[in-house]
Nanobody, 128 residues
Framework: QVRLVESGGGSVQAGGSLTLSCAAS????????VVWFRQAPGQGREAVAA????????WSADSVKGRFTISQDNAAKIVYLQMNNLNPDDSGMYYC?????????????????????WGQGTRVTVSS
């Protein structure tokens, strides 16, 4: 069974940095699409960064471009989200999601409804 565990969240002041980790298990394929989503209170989940783990394809939302970087340790099946220059709008629950099928399609769309495997989330709070 595919399982994801996020970690690394916390409370920081504006301008600070955090690195989130998404540790995956339960499958052997190195070909996946992994997306980091965040959810602010009362709002839906929005994708902030995505990657395909078997090539150089990467994507980041305009709101985080230049500040957030997605990367991986493929051997360990860990995907990271390095977040720099955080601001209060970055606060929320951060989730990673993975798909082993329709990788290019789902990574391009980044529709939360199309991802069946999620972690429990890690909370990020940025104070001004």
């Amino acid at each position: 069974q595919v399982r994801l565990v996020e970690s690394g969240g916390g409370s920081v002041q504006a301008g600070g940095s955090l690195t989130l980790s998404c540790a995956a298990s339960g499958y052997t394929s190195s070909k996946t699409c992994v997306v980091w989503f965040r959810q602010a209170p009362g709002q839906g989940r929005e994708a902030v960064a995505a990657m395909q783990t078997h090539n150089d394809w990467r994507w980041s939302a305009d709101s985080v471009k230049g500040r957030f970087t997605i990367s991986q340790d493929n051997a360990a099946k860990i995907v990271y989200l390095q977040m720099n220059n955080l601001n209060p709008d970055d606060s929320g629950m951060y989730y990673c999601a993975v798909t082993l099928g329709s990788i290019a399609y789902k990574c391009a769309r980044r529709d939360p409804a199309e991802f069946g495997t999620w972690g429990q989330g890690t909370r990020v709070t940025v104070s001004s």
